[in-house]
Structures are given as structure tokens and as C-alpha cells.
């Protein structure tokens, strides 16, 4: 994964921001990292971005706390390419323990591959390149483990980790309960990740996984509206400029309702 580099960025590359209380979200080109901090002041990393970012994760973490990283662990949200692109060199810099849901374990232990990208699902450019991405597993088996099945997230008590399949098998979410913080990885989208021009410019919209690496489309209904039972008040994404409001249900039910019905 390090020796392969993706062009594609955003006017948000770059930007770093407090979203919802300790938690930072980081645009590496037209992805969202995040950086949650517990109430020892240890952090862990969600999701790592890019192929041939790591440097770029690591110079933003180390402004962002003051030289003082103290990282406790790095959690996947799935396996995908721009969720996983920094990770093997990062563990070279962090020697921490990553976590994964178990049916995502295949993709992250060198084991499978992901099945190819279905750019017909929907127009864009970007779907249209999507053929062109990579979908090979990486192995960092000395590092990764699963996910506990009690939904617990490791050094975060105040977090669960939520069954979001449909994208992949294995996706998950995070959500935060005592102030609806809701990290959805690519259960949803706030900007239509298809289109090469709406990714550039980050037109906030919002919107369901990305639909050329989607592989069940009526699991991915179906968690969005998992999700929408939580009533999330902030909707912080993989990709797409962060939302935030009251109480965002009625707007993923309806999103879950327009997905496609069939597995495409």
C-alpha cells in the first residue's frame, strides 16, 4: 500500500478541527481521519487515511498535541484503501495495537482481497476512476485484533462500536452517547463521493457509502437507519465536511429509503 499514491485531494486537505468535545478530525485529501482523546489525555486514531500520507498524519498530530502523542491505539472503521493507506507506516513510528471488527480481519492479515469496483452503480468521475483503486488486502497481522463483541471501544469508555455492514462486511461506527457524537466512517457520507467536482470543492450534502466499493447495498440501508435510531446530533464521516445538529433521524431514514434496492 505505501508504494502507491492517489492524486485526488480537496480544498479540505489539511484542515484540522475540534468537531464534537476531544474528538479532531483531520482531511487527508478527500478522507477524514480522527483523533479522540480520553479523560487521561491518551488519544487514539480513527481510520489512517491515504496511501503515502503517514508523514502528513504524523506532522498534523504532533501540532495538534503540542509534540506530546500519546497514542493508545488505532481503530479501522473497514479495510478500505483510503481508511488503511498510512497504517504500516505508522505502525512504524506508533508501535500500537490496531483494532478491527473480525470480519474485516481478512483484509487487514493479507488473507483477501476486496472484490472489484462496480464504477457502473453510479455516474461521477471519480466512480468512473474507481477500477484504478486499489482493493488489495495489506498485513499488519502482528498488530491488529478484533473488536471485543460487547461493543466496547479499547481506552475509550465512553464510546461503543456499532455494526454498520453494507459497504463492507465488517464496517463499524462509532457513537458517543452522552452527546450523540456519531464517527460514521462510510456509512454515510456528507458529500457525494462519486463526483470528482463535489469531492474537490466538498459540497456538504448528505449521502450513502461510497456506491463503486459498496457491496451490500441493503445492509448499508439498514444501518443507516441503525443509526438513525441513535438520533445522532453530529454526523462526523469518512468523507464530507462534518455535520452537526439537533437530531439527524428523519434525514437518514429518508437517505436509507433512496439507497438502491438491489445489490448492483
Known amino acids: 500500500m505505501s508504494d502507491t499514491y492517489m492524486p485526488l485531494t480537496s480544498v479540505k486537505s489539511g484542515v484540522c478541527k475540534e468537531y464534537a468535545k476531544g474528538v479532531y478530525g483531520l482531511t487527508v485529501q478527500i478522507v477524514n481521519v480522527y483523533f479522540i482523546m480520553n479523560s487521561s489525555g491518551e488519544a487514539v486514531l480513527i481510520d489512517c487515511g491515504m496511501p503515502k500520507s503517514a508523514s502528513f498524519i504524523m506532522k498534523e498530530a504532533e501540532k495538534l498535541f503540542e509534540g ?34 473480525s470480519e474485516e480481519m ?17 455516474s461521477g468521475l471519480v466512480a468512473k476512476l474507481s477500477p484504478l483503486f486499489p482493493r488489495h488486502s495489506i498485513d499488519v497481522s502482528s498488530s491488529v485484533k478484533p473488536l471485543h463483541e460487547d461493543g466496547t471501544v479499547p481506552f475509550l469508555e465512553e464510546w461503543k462500536w456499532i455494526g454498520t455492514p453494507g459497504h463492507t462486511p465488517g464496517h463499524i461506527s462509532l457513537f458517543r452517547q452522552s452527546d450523540k457524537t456519531l464517527i460514521a466512517g462510510d456509512a454515510i457520507t456528507t458529500v457525494e463521493q462519486e463526483s470528482l467536482l463535489e469531492v474537490a470543492i466538498q459540497k456538504q450534502e448528505l449521502n450513502g457509502p461510497p456506491a463503486y ?47 438502491p434496492a438491489s445489490q448492483g
Open 68 to 101: 506530546d502523542v500519546r497514542l493508545k491505539a488505532i481503530i479501522l472503521t473497514h479495510g478500505h484503501f483510503d481508511h488503511v493507506g498510512a497504517l504500516e507506516e505508522l505502525l512504524e513510528k506508533w508501535s500500537v495495537p490496531v483494532f478491527i471488527h
Open 213 to 259: 466499493f459498496t457491496m451490500d447495498w441493503p445492509k448499508a440501508a439498514d444501518s443507516i437507519r441503525k443509526l438513525a435510531a441513535l438520533k445522532p446530533a453530529s454526523l462526523l464521516t469518512g468523507h464530507g465536511v462534518p455535520m452537526k445538529g439537533t437530531d439527524f433521524s428523519q434525514e437518514l431514514n429518508s437517505l436509507s429509503n433512496r439507497l
Open 106 to 122: 481478512p483484509y487487514v492479515t493479507g488473507k483477501a482481497d476486496y472484490p472489484p469496483a462496480k464504477p457502473q452503480v453510479k
